[in-house]
């Protein structure tokens, strides 16, 4: 399926819109008319107005950023770095005893520098930058980069309206490059190498299991299977320093088929580690 136009909803954000548009050439279309409507006036705005759009994507800039919607399906996705449910979860979300924290190997004194290889929308490399691990994130399709990079944007404004400290450390723990995994991992020098290689490739879902989430569906139709996966492990090997950690749905082989030193289960995911050295005390102790 296609991205295909851009449609932004005040006029305020025009001429950003039409930046974005240009780099994605993509039409440009002033839907200020429908700010406030409902989402169904949204669908029925682009069935109108951009018929091209039809069974697609279109990107939708607004007051609270960009969104990706599909189109003929009431469903947006976003990168939210801020809003109620993350920060639920940042404030409650069961610290370094979640299954992530102990996969890459956040204990008390161990604060790993975190390569994030596939970032996605970045949900992972927040809740680990949260807990204080510095993550680089890596994201090779400029759509998905796109709401990756808006969404920290729109965090950091969120930052200077609340004055919330602990975001603005978690938000600076983070950075995002543009590029792909593989050339970055083959090509890093011997400095530069992080602490922990994170991967979380797609994994074709059941696209018509009532239990896979509308948001998820689109956001797999919109990236594809990433069928090269596999070839991510072994550079991952090579780059980090102590260990690399895959996140699988808890019913699939090992990435590459390589059996993992082990295993941390969940109820739909588990992470492998392989790992390659002990984390030593006092790696990135925070001050
Ligand atoms: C399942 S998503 C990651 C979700 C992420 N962990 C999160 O919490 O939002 C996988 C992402 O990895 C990206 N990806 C896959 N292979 C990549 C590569 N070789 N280089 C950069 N990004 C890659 C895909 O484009 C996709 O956005």
Same mark, same amino acid.
């Given at each position: 399926m296609e991205l295909t136009t851009l449609v932004y909803l005040? !006029?305020?954000l025009q001429e950003a819109a039409q930046h974005l548009a240009d780099s994605f050439a993509l039409p440009c279309v002033d839907g200020c008319a429908i700010a406030s409507a409902k989402p169904k006036c949204l669908q029925r705005f682009l069935k109108e107005r951009? !018929? =091209? *759009?039809a069974g697609g994507f279109v990107f939708v800039l607004g007051a609270s950023g960009l969104a990706m919607n599909a189109v003929g399906d009431d469903c947006s996705i976003r990168a939210d770095f801020h809003g109620p449910t993350v920060t639920y979860r940042r404030k409650q979300g069961g610290g370094k005893g979640q299954m992530i924290a102990k996969a890459v190997g956040l204990r008390s004194g161990v604060s790993p520098r975190v390569l $994030? &290889? +596939? &970032?996605? #929308?970045g949900g992972d490399a927040f809740v680990l930058a949260s807990l204080g691990c510095s993550m680089t994130m890596l994201e090779r399709v400029p759509a998905v980069r796109a709401l990756l990079q808006d969404g920290l944007v729109q965090a950091r404004r969120f930052v200077d309206v609340s004055k919330d400290c602990v975001l603005a450390e978690v938000l600076d723990r983070m950075s995002l490059v543009e590029t792909d995994a593989l050339d970055y991992m083959q090509q890093i020098s011997l400095d530069g190498r992080p602490d922990v290689v994170y991967l979380d490739p797609m994994f074709p879902v059941r +696209?018509? *299991? &009532? #239990?896979?989430k509308k948001e998820m569906r689109l956001f797999h139709h919109l990236v594809g =299977? $990433?069928?090269? =996966?596999?070839? #991510?492990l072994d550079a991952a090997l090579s780059c980090a320093r102590y260990r690399v950690v895959v996140k699988r749905p808890r019913i699939a082989p090992p990435l590459s088929g390589r059996p993992p030193s082990h295993v941390l289960e969940g109820k739909s995911n588990r992470y492998d580690v392989y790992a390659l050295e002990k984390l030593p005390k006092g790696l990135n102790l925070e001050v």
């Amino acid at each position: 399926m296609e991205l295909t136009t851009l449609v932004y909803l005040e !006029p305020e954000l025009q001429e950003a819109a039409q930046h974005l548009a240009d780099s994605f050439a993509l039409p440009c279309v002033d839907g200020c008319a429908i700010a406030s409507a409902k989402p169904k006036c949204l669908q029925r705005f682009l069935k109108e107005r951009c !018929p =091209a *759009s039809a069974g697609g994507f279109v990107f939708v800039l607004g007051a609270s950023g960009l969104a990706m919607n599909a189109v003929g399906d009431d469903c947006s996705i976003r990168a939210d770095f801020h809003g109620p449910t993350v920060t639920y979860r940042r404030k409650q979300g069961g610290g370094k005893g979640q299954m992530i924290a102990k996969a890459v190997g956040l204990r008390s004194g161990v604060s790993p520098r975190v390569l $994030d &290889a +596939t &970032a996605g #929308l970045g949900g992972d490399a927040f809740v680990l930058a949260s807990l204080g691990c510095s993550m680089t994130m890596l994201e090779r399709v400029p759509a998905v980069r796109a709401l990756l990079q808006d969404g920290l944007v729109q965090a950091r404004r969120f930052v200077d309206v609340s004055k919330d400290c602990v975001l603005a450390e978690v938000l600076d723990r983070m950075s995002l490059v543009e590029t792909d995994a593989l050339d970055y991992m083959q090509q890093i020098s011997l400095d530069g190498r992080p602490d922990v290689v994170y991967l979380d490739p797609m994994f074709p879902v059941r +696209t018509k *299991s &009532a #239990l896979v989430k509308k948001e998820m569906r689109l956001f797999h139709h919109l990236v594809g =299977a $990433d069928l090269d =996966a596999d070839g #991510l492990l072994d550079a991952a090997l090579s780059c980090a320093r102590y260990r690399v950690v895959v996140k699988r749905p808890r019913i699939a082989p090992p990435l590459s088929g390589r059996p993992p030193s082990h295993v941390l289960e969940g109820k739909s995911n588990r992470y492998d580690v392989y790992a390659l050295e002990k984390l030593p005390k006092g790696l990135n102790l925070e001050v």
